[in-house]
């Protein structure tokens, strides 16, 4: 009798060690992946397809928030002011209904960034001047045409259905979506008081990897290639 007593006393406390031990693993690993979400990393997702093919629709990507920023990145980036308005809201929203997984994977760090954010391709930076298009139908940056391999439009469309010609300010990007037919960008909002531009401190960091589905697991290319010689004629 005292010796099955004895036995399921150690049991007991083999079992509360157990958990205790379980706890401060849990503790300790929401307290790491709250330290990167807040200080380093954070992750999002994609509601819209205004960055396809690159980017596709239900996606999720880890966004950098420490990155210094060039020609050719993807960035997350607050509404500037009105260009989640007049039902272009699809551009940066959450799920209405997240699944008990997306709420565990929040809650570390690793689940969809909630929020008015939307996500393009950093074209201009400060300074920068950004025209389209030329005879051939290309965007121009400081005066160099260039030839976008990650477009989505169809044979013989221009860089871009919307002609404009800006110099991007002090402080601001001019930044555009790869679907360029179907992406609400700088271009389509010039008309605000932001002029089309995202103010630097708008921008909450560079996405660097398409985390999720598992099968779409790949860096972000920046496409430097794209953009060299860019800064040789600025203007």
Same mark, same amino acid.
């Given at each position: 009798m005292g010796e099955h007593t004895a036995t399921?006393?150690?049991?007991?406390?083999?079992?509360?060690r157990l958990l205790r031990d379980l706890a401060v693993i849990l503790l300790v690993a929401l307290l790491v992946s709250f330290l990167v979400k807040t200080f380093l990393i954070r992750s999002f997702y994609i509601p819209s397809g205004s960055m396809k093919n690159t980017l596709q629709i239900d996606d999720r990507v880890i966004v950098n928030e420490r990155a210094t920023l060039h020609r050719g990145d993807v960035v997350v980036f607050?509404?500037?002011?009105?260009? +989640?308005?007049?039902?272009?809201?699809v551009e940066g929203t959450t799920p209405a209904s997240p699944s008990a997984l997306s709420t565990v994977l929040s809650a570390v760090g690793l689940g969809a960034g909630q929020g008015d954010y939307l996500i393009k391709r950093v074209i201009g930076l400060p300074g920068d001047h950004v025209q389209c298009c030329n005879a051939l139908g290309q965007m121009e940056v400081n005066g160099?045409?260039?030839?976008?391999?990650y477009l989505r439009k169809e044979d013989g469309q221009a860089a871009s259905g919307i002609p404009f010609d800006v110099t991007v300010p002090a402080g601001e990007l001019w930044v555009m979506?790869?679907?360029?037919?179907?992406?609400?960008? $700088?271009? +389509?909002?010039?008309?605000?008081? $932001?002029?089309?531009?995202?103010?630097? $401190?708008d921008v909450v960091g560079r996405a660097i990897v398409v985390s999720w589905p +598992?099968?779409?697991?790949?860096? +972000?290319?920046?496409?430097? $290639?794209?953009?060299a010689g860019t800064d040789r004629k600025r203007q």
């Open positions: 399921s006393e150690r049991g007991m406390t083999n079992g509360w607050r509404d500037p002011g009105g260009w +989640l308005d007049a039902g272009a809201s160099v045409p260039i030839a976008e391999p979506g790869d679907n360029r037919y179907e992406s609400a960008d $700088s271009r +389509l909002h010039q008309g605000l008081p $932001s002029k089309g531009f995202v103010p630097e $401190s +598992l099968q779409r697991w790949a860096w +972000l290319d920046d496409y430097p $290639s794209v953009f």
